[in-house]
């Protein structure tokens, strides 16, 4: 292994509030918690290329949820334990010390990627930065019978006196994706308690299950998840993989979790792979991964691969998922830009806002008519996204990708847009986050954000500069 990690040799596309690691590839959030005073996270990291390669976890602290220390990496794989790679899990606090489970990812022999093994192993810390692995490793060695060797991506938690644990895993038989529970009463000795839940077929749920995470929402249970193998309908499950949930309720005694349809949870190019938290105010918080296996990712020219999205609070209501940007985000707001901007009824277009690199953009507008706002340069239209008012429906298209994403929205005679643009990155959080897109594009000119609308009455707007250096590498 090359021990030079690598470095980061253009900044032209270098986020300013978004959490990546000083150099070299990223990808799934891992281990988010609050610890002594910090919220934590962990983050799959390869710190020797821009390529995917050995997964270390990389770390990351912050007082705020919005600036962000990086800290050293807390994890590395090390011959023959974990030969090739720590790969995504969570975190726990016991006994005034944080647990970290993770998956060992072993290959075998053969130099056939296919020929592969998992396992559930442990690190503790006492500071929330030194970890030790536990000599034991692993907690537990082998996945169920009936499952393949596709088994990972630990999330703990606690309830009572016992300590439970789901797992991706991947039926024997059908192969499709399910997640496995486990308990412990020490987080060490784990028993097998069954599958709560798996795919329908291969084609509608997915073949493989990763990142399954399940926590409680408004009395109803969710079960989050990363589905691989969905194939597309129409205008959904149109990335590679998805990320998306199922409302339900989970019986413990059972091993059963009773639950409805999968739903996405973000319609962006640029979303997988997220991780929640119980906040300490009873906020359940979230981070996912800013990309996708798919993406191009022009980065990599520039020595760096990835980035997590900016946290966000996840709420219920009638059954969906609303996600919106932490409140913290208003810590970062340099100065406000522009408030309540008023146009006069005769425009057809208007810039918001000029030579955008760290910004917010809020605006509200009457549902009532087709509008487009774009990211301009002056050679290009980098980014679009369109309001199809009869049918309710947003669209976004990106200059560097052929293939275009849609969400909806409940009708309404108002629209809201909540933008967080860093550089290389846009989250458009629409009607308070009743449909989320995540995104990245790539201009190495700034754009201007351009608002074009046959109408401009009632279209109310408000600009914040957020903060460049939230992010202490």
Request: net charge negative; with cysteine; aromatic share 12%.
């Amino acid at each position: 292994m090359n021990e030079k990690f690598a470095q980061v040799t253009n900044p032209r596309y270098r986020l300013n509030f978004h959490v990546a690691a000083p150099a070299g590839w990223i990808n799934d959030p891992n281990g988010f918690v609050y610890f002594k005073g910090y919220y934590h996270i962990f983050y799959q990291y390869h710190p020797y290329s821009a390529d995917w390669g050995p997964m270390h976890w990389g770390h990351a602290r912050s007082i705020d949820l919005v600036h962000w220390e990086t800290l050293p990496i807390a994890l590395s794989p090390e011959k023959p334990i974990t030969q090739n790679g720590m790969f995504s899990g969570s975190a726990i606090i016991k006994d005034d010390k944080l647990y970290l489970m993770y998956t060992g990812h072993h290959f075998g022999d053969s130099g056939n990627d296919d020929d592969f093994y998992e396992d559930q192993n442990i690190a503790i810390s006492k500071d929330g930065i030194h970890f030790e692995k536990y000599a034991n490793n692993p907690v537990i060695s082998t996945p169920p019978i009936d499952n393949t060797a596709n088994f990972r991506d630990p999330k703990v938690w606690q309830a009572g006196d016992t300590y439970y644990v789901i797992l991706g895993g991947q039926t024997q038989d059908s192969k499709v994706g399910r997640v496995l529970l486990y308990s412990s009463k020490d987080l060490l000795n784990w028993t097998y308690e069954g599958a709560i839940a798996q795919a329908k077929t291969r084609d509608t749920e997915g073949y493989m299950w990763e990142c399954p995470d399940i926590f409680s929402l408004a009395g109803q249970d969710i079960l989050l998840m990363s589905p691989q193998g969905i194939q597309p309908e129409r205008e959904k499950y149109l990335n590679l993989h998805q990320t998306g949930y199922m409302i339900g309720q989970l019986n413990i005694d059972t091993a059963n979790f009773g639950r409805n349809e999968f739903i996405e949870i973000d319609h962006g190019h640029d979303f997988y792979a997220s991780q929640t938290m119980l906040a300490p105010d009873g906020r359940r918080l979230m981070f996912g991964w800013m990309a996708m296996w798919e993406s191009e990712m022009p980065e990599k020219k520039d020595g760096w691969a990835g980035a997590l999205t900016f946290p966000r609070e996840l709420t219920l209501k009638d059954n969906h998922i609303y996600m919106q940007p932490v409140t913290e985000l208003d810590k970062l707001r340099i100065k406000q830009t522009k408030n309540n901007l008023l146009f006069s009824s005769d425009l057809t277009e208007q810039v918001l806002l000029s030579n955008v690199e760290s910004n917010e953009i809020n605006m509200q507008l009457k549902a009532d008519k087709d509008f487009i706002l774009k990211f301009r340069t002056a050679d290009e239209v980098v980014l679009t996204l369109q309001f199809d008012q009869q049918n309710n429906k947003l669209i976004i298209a990106r200059a560097d990708r052929s293939d275009k994403r849609v969400g909806y929205v409940k009708p309404a005679k108002m629209i809201s847009l909540q933008l967080l643009i860093d550089r290389s990155s846009v989250e458009v959080f629409v009607n308070n986050g009743e449909t989320v897109f995540t995104e990245r594009y790539y201009s190495e000119v700034h754009p201007d954000i351009v608002l074009e609308r046959t109408d401009f009455k009632d279209v109310h707007v408000t600009t914040y500069e957020l903060e460049k250096n939230a992010i202490k590498y």
